[in-house]
């Protein structure tokens, strides 16, 4: 595989090259190939007639060090000895991170599921239930080479990045350096005032894009963020519309989640600021994506002036809505 631009590096990665990645391991490949939604790496469902359905992960280059490649893997691997509804790695040579033209990649089994009904009556209490014991199993030991979630890596880095980008114009530059340098403000602020909180290895992007469902329930894919954080993270983006419906919610969460965990009722003063974070870490990621064609296309207003004002006016509303109103 010739080399790439530092924004594509997958700009190679053919449906030939999956295979060939696929059969080195010993895999025979029937010809099914399927192309999974993914940005941040590539994911592939692919046909087997040696091992069944199998989803083949490429890793970015350059994101995560093989140490923290393959903690993602022992901790996964430590959920599904738990039984907990999680993929896996395959270990193929006595290893679970494998190599083939200049990319790494892992084998992980494909997991029946169909996509997540949020409104569906139980179905809260069942991934607060599915988190709960998840965070049980995160509470036994720590990471060693994961990141940790902080303002620092999400919100102020970010903003820095966001800020030496070309993608924010000149004329929106100090508006969004204002706003952001004062959201972050307070967010601080609000973790410096919650106290000591609860540290343990989490999933770390746990959204509806990142839970399938099957006949017992949730089914948590893509440990790739897992980092170590408080319990909170976890739970807060299963929260939405307007207080009295998250208020019930939290409830129908929460009674799932402490059938098997605890969590301190506290951290939910953390909601606001985890997700002014989230908010600020997105748009630099997308922008540092920018160079990958995946991201355009996913993202294609993302350069435009109505984003940016909407944008700008988002944070604007979380910086009220941590300064109490």
Not at 86 to 101: K, Q
Not at 105 to 121: G, M, N, S
Not at 161 to 166: F, M, Q, R
Not at 267 to 293: C, F, G, K, S
Request: aromatic share 10%.
């Amino acid at each position: 595989m010739a080399s790439t631009p530092d924004g594509q590096p997958f700009a190679r990665l053919s449906p030939d090259e999956v295979l060939a990645a696929a059969e080195r391991l010993g895999i025979d490949c029937d010809g099914r190939l399927f192309a999974l939604n993914s940005y941040e790496n590539r994911v592939y469902q692919l046909g087997s007639s040696s091992h069944g359905m199998l989803v083949l992960k490429f890793y970015r280059p350059g994101r995560w060090s093989d140490a923290q490649i393959l903690e993602e893997h022992s901790f996964t691997a430590e959920l599904a000895a738990a039984d907990l509804p999680v993929a896996a790695p395959i270990v193929f040579e006595g290893a679970t991170l494998s190599r083939h033209a200049g990319l790494r990649y892992a084998v992980f089994p494909r997991l029946a599921a169909r996509a997540v009904e949020i409104d569906a009556r139980g179905s809260l209490e069942l991934i607060g239930r599915t988190l709960g014991r998840m965070h049980a199993v995160g509470a036994r030991q720590r990471f060693t080479h994961r990141v940790a979630l902080t303002s620092e890596r999400l919100g102020w880095q970010s903003r820095d990045a966001l800020l030496a980008s070309p993608l924010l114009e000149d004329t929106l530059a100090d508006k969004y350096e204002e706003v952001s340098g004062a959201l972050l403000e307070a967010v601080d602020e609000a973790l410096e005032s919650t106290g000591p909180l609860s540290r343990i290895r989490l999933h770390g992007d746990c959204h509806l894009g990142n839970i399938l469902w099957n006949e017992q329930g949730p089914v948590f894919v893509d440990l790739d963020d897992c980092m170590t954080g408080p319990r909170i993270q976890d739970l807060w983006m299963f929260l939405s519309g307007t207080p009295d419906e998250r208020e019930g919610q939290w409830r129908e969460l929460v009674g799932g989640y402490r059938q098997f965990h605890d969590i301190d009722e506290h951290e939910r003063d953390l909601v606001e600021p985890l997700r002014a974070l989230r908010m600020v870490h997105h748009a630099a990621w997308i922008a540092a994506r920018w160079d990958d064609p995946a991201f355009p296309r996913a993202f294609p207003w993302f350069t435009s002036p109505r984003f940016w004002q909407e944008h700008l006016s988002d944070l604007w509303q979380q910086l009220a809505e941590l300064r109490g109103g």
